[in-house]
């Protein structure tokens, strides 16, 4: 086939050198012009997305120092309690150590607590500790935890244990919407807890009945079966986080069925 | 949204195909056979391929593809100058490959129980790397190779996945005993195959990963002391350390022996200059290992030093975007493991790209995703396909966020 | 997990920046070291490029053909003498003389990197391939010269020795000479076999103890310490008792009694400068002397000089007050002392020795444009015109380098005698650094003459050439301009 002889073959390659030496540079120019594109879209979106990633709050009902009553503070899906700074989740009063607890939302059961050694916490009456196992005391929507002198009320967003698709053509979806109580996803309510209908906290009472909006059909709930709801299909949420704790993570019996994905990404991957 | 994403990748798809279209037509006008034009055609085909057709099948960061595809593009041309045999093989390879990188995206995505998986590979691992001492043969002083008939394979790198996996799961959960004592098994196989290299690459990912983990950063530095005390046992005791620290240090003592590699890489890149010699042009061949090992030095003779810092900076970017993918997962373990494969590639790139450069030892790792071994390749788009599943973990999440932030204004 | 976000992060731009480090310097070392890596004999590449191309020209300064391919074959210069004055430079046939520019500059003279005007004008012209054409700084007519003063006086007929010519402005290297020498032509193997080391470069590659021209340095401590030390006062009483075994004497013994320092340099006493390195302590001393580049690891771009070394580590006393005077285990190549005393003479600024004027290919483009460029500085504006003025008393105020003087001319300068034992046997060296005041014939230079007889000195060997060679730039200042 077709070829030069060397000498023009010569000529053409230190020519084109220059050129693939541009290349080189305009590449890794687009490259990284790509790479903060990117990272300034991500960051808009999550600018229009304050809670993105957070699973709720926890709205402090009394503490000492610079913990006010009434006090919200957004929890991540994972992360750590403690009273410093660095921590996901700060609780600046005494009796909190810098490092207090690791927590992690698990879809279907709650957020699970472990406390680092030597730290204890009281979730709903029942004290935990290092020892125990997260998965006898997680931490539900309306549940009370106590650290330290901080005692607080953990407030998860609507719409976590359920996929978005459904909603709108839902008509469980409708009355989730018209249910002005409801905690609403990415803005945060007045601290006033009269504004939705807990139950005043009682330490004294027992354990406290998990707030569940009369229409949600399925709110997580520790360990009574989810009854599948009138809604159609009620997916689970994302693939169930990896960082169970040391068990295998039982299936709650009564879990409503994960949803193929598939259709859901070609929606949103076309460009 | 969507527009914004599609201005980059157009810009940098095109002016990848433009190159890759340049080069191979160029070596084609050298060669004159049909192989050659024929991959003038079909690599620019298939990067275009990859970057418009993939991502609509599969749920594949368009960033992270558009990269690997530029530096395992960059190997079939660089094996193609010297060797068209080679070439193929890679490109071959590397159709296995991107098949290995879907089936990790999936399995980040669809494994529920990372548990049952982990306590699988980890005995799986161990038998994989005990193999070579056994039943292996011995290639370039070390033997990490097996061979399964006429296919040859390197263990270590495929342990390599499996020991993000394993690192990830360990870490996330902060039970840190089982963690040491499969690390510390791995790396006495490792050592028992003379994989020095390898051994050092799993040491300082197992030792960031847990800093990153654990922000423990008495424990880290004494872990590194650790690891530099070994590192002098080892020169104290094994011959040839000592050899490759003598001829780090001074290559020239013995140019035609020992030194000869190193001599030969770095006349190679001297002889390169800043532009390089011109693509076809100079003698790739006289470089030893110029397939994988110093590949690198084959590039800053052809195409220059200017054209091999863009290669390494092509490799900054793909730390970054993993960097960027690990900071964004929402819990922990998917960001150790996009991390932890991040900082596998990235140290193997620093590894190998310092040893070419005599700032450090020679360690006998392969630059990623260039490098000629099938092993090798496989292995690293299989990590790059771990980032991209918690990358498109990440995605999926975020879109659900906005759809419920829209239904619940 | 923010903290675990904050450390992804961390790491991910510690390893962008050792990336981008990696990339840094391979460029760094690629701008110092590639000349010195290219130029191996185990270069393939080169190899095959010299049986593919014919080696460009060398020429002089002044259009003189040093080096030519005539019918395949390699032609030096005409006369005996001439060739045998350039063969430390040029280099032998044999290529046993290390960093010659035949060998060093290979990749220019072989026409490895030729660019693509080359390659078109090639094509067009239809030539064979010639490598590029290399114009050198030296001066031909000088190197002879040199070599002519070294056998027509008597105190230096026969003797070893080199000698480093420099333009202290720009850096370029006039003359560079190293005795014995021979005519790679002629010469046989018995004839070389009965030279003393005839292959080494003693201008670049050999070093040897600098004796009192030392001095300069340490003068140089004591004014950076103190700028009116020039006119302190210093007794010196012949001897300097240290220790049983170690007495600091001057030549001959001499006695000067009470003087200044000027006048110190000038008769260039022991004792004072002995007690001025124990008064300036070890680590003022070394500290001057890294000013000075002793220690520094040359990478010049066209020239291989040997490092040269001043002892590190802990001093004693006797060494110490040695050292002041030079001859402790401090060693360095003419060519550094010859940088020595142009940076004296060039206010303090150390230029870096040039030896290609201009490369040019075969269609006339020049590969390589000229560029001078500097060390670094040594010592304040204000030292260096103390140690001038000092330097101008040594030679035209009747100090020991009074043999050097040319009417007309400024020369400035500062002998050295240097005691040192070669495998059991006691050698003198003598030295002469000097320069050329005058704007116009801006020279420095360094003689070194080996092997001098008990009762010579710098001043009476090397001085003698060091005239010589202002003479004859006196003589024929277009020549070396």
Redesign the interface.
Known sequence: MFSVSAEIYEILSLALRYVFALCGLLIVLRAFRWLLADRRETRSRLRHLPDAGNIGDLVVLAGSGELAPGMVLPVPREGVLGSRRACDVVIPCPGVRGRHLDFSWQDGIGLLLRPRSGCEAVVDQQPVNCQSDPLRAPLCHGSCLRVGEAVLRLRVFAGLDFSAESLPADPAAGSLSADAAQPSFGMPLPPDPGAVSFPAFDPASGPVEPFVPDSAPAAPQPAAPAEPSAAPDLPSDTPPESDAPSAPAPASPGRPPRRRRSQRWKEDWSE | ?????????R??TS??A??YF??FA?L???????IG?SLAVAVPAVILIGAYVL??LF?IDQ?LL??TN?LCALGVLILYSTNPANAIQHALTYGLGLLAMVFCIYLV????????LIWLLVPLSLALLALPPLVGREINGAKNWIFLGSLSLQPSEMVKVALILILA?FL????LLPLLGIVVACLALLMLQRDLGTALLYFLTSL?LF???S?NLPVTLAGLACGAGGAWWGYRHFAHVRQRVAIWQDP?QD??GAGYQL??S??A???G???????????PT?IPIHTSDFIFAVI?EQ???????????????L??????I???A???????LA?GA??LL??Q??LI??GV???IPLTGVTLPFVSYGGTSLVASMCLVGLIQGVG??N???????????M??? | MKQQRYRYKIVALLLSLALVGLAVWGGWNLAHYSTRWFSRATNTRLTAQKKAVTAGDILDRNGILLATTKEGRREYRDTSADRAALVHLLGDRQGRIANAVESFQSGYLYGYQSSLLDSVYRLIRKTDRVGNTLTLTIDAELCTAIQRAFSGHRETEGHSGAAVVINYRTGEVLALLSLPNFDPDQATESLIATLDQPYWNRATQALYPPGSTFKIVTTAALLERDPDAVNRQFTCEGHLDLSDTFSVHDFQNAVHGKLTLRQAFLHSCNCVYAAAALELGPDALRREARQFAFGDNFLFRDLVVANSVYPSGAQTQEALAASGYGQSAIAATPMHLCLMAAAVANQGVMPEPRLLRSVRSVSGVAVLPWSSSTVGSVCTRETAAALQSMMKDVVQGGGSGSRASVTTLDIRGKTGTAESTVQGRKVNYGWFVGFNAQPDLPFALCVLTENIAEGETGGTTSALIAKDIFTYMKNYPERVQ
Request: aromatic content about 10%; hydrophobic content about 45%; charged content about 15%.
């Open positions: 949204m969507s527009r914004g994403k599609k201005n980059p990748r810009r940098l002016i990848v433009l190159f340049l080069t160029l084609a006008l050298r060669d004159g056979n049909v034009y991502p609509r749920p960033l558009s990269l530029f995505r669809v494994v529920s129980s990372w548990s049952r799961h996330s959960r902060r039970s960031l800093w990153i983990a922000g020239w140019e035609l001599v030969q770095l006349t890149i001297a002889s200059g800043i532009f390089g010699v011109g693509l076809g042009l100079g003698s006289s800053c195409f220059g030093m200017f054209f091999g810092g863009c290669v390494l900076l092509m490799f900054a970017a730390i970054c975007r993993g960097a960027m690990a900071a964004s929402r819990t922990g373990f998917q960001g150790l991390m991040t900082l990235g140290l790139t620093l790209i310092g450069l005599k700032i498109s973990l995605e999926d999440h975020l879109q659900e966020d906005l759809h419920l932030a239904l619940h204004p």
